[in-house]
Nanobody, 125 residues
Framework: QVQLVESGGGLVQTGGSLRLSCAAS????????MAWFRQAPGKGREFVAA???????YYADSVQGRFTISRDSAKNTVFLQMNSLKPEDTAVYYC???????????????????WGQGTQVTVSS
């Protein structure tokens, strides 16, 4: 059974930093893309960042230059380093992984087959 477990969320002040981790188990994702999405209250799920097996990184415009996605394929883990946090970054952050490459955009939720339970990030003003 595949599981993605996020950790590292919490409460931080504006301008602060957090590092999210997503540990995968049940299969290896070293040849698969993994991603982070987020969902704020009353809003839809929003793409944050993705990393391919290459690895090539992709970012939403809203986090470009502030967030960095990385992976440790040996540990089947993906990270999201978040710096210069803003109140509008407040959301539940979800890790996602693809079972195989469909050729869709990395920013589409439909590109991913497995999802974590989410971790709350709250940025106070």
């Amino acid at each position: 059974q595949v599981q993605l477990v996020e950790s590292g969320g919490g409460l931080v002040q504006t301008g602060g930093s957090l590092r999210l981790s997503c540990a995968a188990s049940g299969r290896t994702f070293s040849n698969s893309a993994m991603a982070w999405f987020r969902q704020a209250p009353g809003k839809g799920r929003e793409f944050v960042a993705a990393i391919s097996s290459g690895p090539t990184s992709y970012y939403a415009d809203s986090v470009q230059g502030r967030f960095t996605i990385s992976r440790d394929s040996a540990k089947n883990t993906v990270f999201l380093q978040m710096n210069s946090l803003k109140p509008e970054d407040t959301a539940v952050y979800y890790c996602a992984a693809e079972a195989f490459y469909r050729g869709y955009s990395r920013s589409r939720p439909g590109s991913y087959d497995y999802w974590g339970q989410g971790t709350q990030v709250t940025v106070s003003s």
